[in-house]
Each structure stands twice: as structure tokens, then as C-alpha cells.
């Protein structure tokens, strides 16, 4: 049996095979089996609008002014129509402060011109594809921080990152007993979005209805597996299905405001020491990534410094907001796995 041998060798040893009339150079595949996930979701599924400045500023309508009443046909009220009024219409200013997200990436210029002389496809793609990664390393830092951004208030001015959805969304369900898979007892965690769906839809002061549902792909694990213990019941969530436009078809849960997309998002926390859950009923419509400059990162070629390295800088301006969060629009429903 051949036993391959691992060891240093020199740079002027490289032939695989250098006998008598043949000589075998070494080849690779001209591509490079890459499994690193570049998947951006809710970023991609929220409203893309331009910032007003710095900070970007916009009002909500937090109540209706109650000036209606039944009285007497003919004398009115006390003998009189109209009089005192309520003229507060709750209209809020709000300011959203801009964030800036930066990467960089350096080649050295001897290299490129090794690549160049070359002419090998294989380097000079590779250049291109670390060009590309920065960008994509620019919008998974970005998706991370949509949820667990650093921030305490959207207004707040001395953090560098964006206010999470996390601490946006502050309506929240706990779920004390959740089923248990050891007992087959306890709550199904979907009972508890649709009730909670039911009281805000029960308001008549707001109509800010959620139209999807983001959860860790561990948290969907979990409710698909427990949807299953359901009595009387052998499909998964809902037979239902939607087709979320980009090659993912995933499963959605019936509740009063429809069938709403259950959406993994592997940005979202979860602790698999705790088996802490937490999932996200939002309205997609009303979460604004708000912009300067340009709604995707920009790239600066910044020339060649005293290292005779070519460098680039990417960066983009935004941050998030989920407006409605007093209103119904969104909440966020908790549990500890059992």
C-alpha cells in the first residue's frame, strides 16, 4: 500500500512527476469548493428608503382625536352643537441616527503583477471573489446587527451600531410552559402567536397587522417537531406553503390575520446551552433600512500607499427602524425549551 508523505520541500521541487521524456506540473480545479454561508435574508425583505439626514426624521400618529358623541337631535348637547374639541392627535417626531458599516481589503502589487504575467484564471478569479466577499462580509455584519445591534434607543447618538429589532420590539409573549417532548404536555408555542395575534387585531385604535414570522432555524426545528405531537394533527405547521421569491419555499403558520411565512433567520440569538427561544411576528411593511448616499455599500479604490499596496474601502451608511412597535405592528414571542 503507498503511503503519502507530508513534509516542506522546496519551492524549485514542485513537479509531480519528472522522470526520463515526461514531466507532470502540478493543476488544480479552476474552482474552489467554497461552503461559507452568504445568505442575507430580512435585509433583503424590508423597505429600502432614502434618510431625510442626519439624524433621519419622521413622524408617527400615536392616537385619534375623540371629539364624536351621540347627542340630542335637535338642542345637541346641553342646548348647543360643537364646543370644547380634543385637537391631540398624538403625532410623535421621531429621529433615526445613521450608522456606518466599513471593511477593507489590500493587494499587494507584486502579486497582482505575478498573477497578470501569468495569466493564471484561477489567482485572478480568486482576486475578484475576495473583492466580492468583502461586500458580502459589509451585509452579514449589517444583517447581524439588524437584530442584535448595540443600541438602546434608534435615537441613541453614542453607539456605533444600528438599535436591534431585539430592542425595538418591545411587546412580548413568554410562553411559561411550552411542550415538552419528555412529557408530551405543555403549550404549543403556535397557540400562543395566534392568541397574541387575536388581542392585537382585537384593537381598534391600530391597524398595524404583522405579515411574517422570523425565527432561528433551531426555533422552527422545534415548533415543526412539537406541530407534529399535535392531536389529530400529521402535517407540518400549516399545509399551507409560500414561495418567498428567492428559491425558498418554507411553511407558514394560520393565524387571524392569514397565513404568515415562517422564516429562518440564522441571525437571530438562540442560547443551545438554555434552549432560550425567541421568534419575531413582524410587518415586513413597516421595518425601513433608511440610507445615505447609496442603498448598498460603496467601494473607494484609495490608490497605492508606501507598501506598494493597492487598497479598498467599502462602506455604507444606513440604519433600521421598525415603526408601529407601539401599535401592533410587531412583537416577539419567548420560551425556554424544556
Known amino acids: 500500500m503507498a ?98 458599516i466599513t471593511s477593507g481589503i489590500k493587494y499587494s502589487l507584486f502579486d497582482q503583477d505575478v498573477v497578470k504575467q501569468q495569466g493564471d484564471a484561477l489567482a485572478e478569479q480568486l482576486l475578484n471573489k475576495d473583492m466580492a466577499d468583502m461586500l458580502v462580509d459589509v451585509y452579514k455584519t449589517s444583517n447581524k446587527a439588524i437584530w442584535t445591534g448595540a443600541a438602546t434607543k434608534v435615537d441613541d447618538s453614542t453607539s456605533l451600531e444600528y438599535c436591534g429589532l ?55 426545528d422545534y415548533i415543526s417537531r412539537s406541530e407534529l405531537k399535535r392531536p389529530g394533527v400529521a402535517l407540518n405547521q400549516d399545509a399551507q406553503q409560500v414561495d418567498l421569491g428567492n428559491g425558498f419555499i418554507v411553511n407558514t403558520i394560520r393565524t387571524q390575520a392569514g397565513f404568515l411565512p415562517l422564516i429562518p433567520d440564522n441571525y437571530i440569538p438562540f442560547d443551545a446551552g438554555t434552549k432560550k427561544h425567541t421568534l419575531y411576528v413582524v410587518n415586513e411593511d413597516l421595518i425601513e433600512r433608511h440610507w445615505i448616499g447609496d442603498s448598498e455599500a460603496r467601494v473607494y479604490k484609495m490608490g497605492l500607499n508606501q507598501g506598494l499596496l493597492d487598497e479598498y474601502v467599502a462602506v455604507l451608511f444606513d440604519a433600521v427602524v421598525a415603526k408601529g412597535t407601539s401599535a401592533g405592528a410587531h412583537f416577539k414571542v419567548e420560551f425556554t425549551e424544556a
Do not use: C, W
Open 166 to 220: 431585539a430592542t425595538q420590539i418591545t411587546d412580548a409573549v413568554s410562553v411559561a410552559n411550552p411542550y415538552s417532548f419528555a412529557t408530551g404536555t405543555g403549550e404549543f408555542v403556535t397557540d400562543a402567536i395566534r392568541t397574541k395575534m387575536a388581542q392585537n387585531l382585537a384593537n381598534t385604535d391600530f391597524i398595524g397587522r404583522p405579515t411574517a414570522i422570523y425565527a432561528n432555524p433551531m426555533t422552527i
Open 3 to 100: 503511503v503519502t508523505k507530508t513534509g516542506f520541500m522546496s519551492a524549485a521541487a514542485v513537479a509531480d512527476y519528472n522522470q526520463s521524456h515526461y514531466l507532470e506540473l502540478p493543476k488544480f480545479q479552476s474552482e474552489i469548493l467554497d461552503l461559507l454561508n452568504r445568505q442575507v435574508t430580512i435585509r433583503d425583505r424590508i423597505k429600502s428608503v432614502m434618510a431625510t439626514g442626519h439624524p433621519s426624521r419622521y413622524f408617527e400618529q400615536t392616537k385619534l382625536a375623540h371629539n364624536a358623541k351621540f347627542v340630542n337631535a335637535r338642542t345637541g348637547d346641553s342646548g348647543k352643537f360643537g364646543g370644547v374639541t380634543d385637537e391631540d392627535y398624538g403625532r410623535v417626531e421621531r429621529a433615526l441616527f445613521i450608522k456606518a
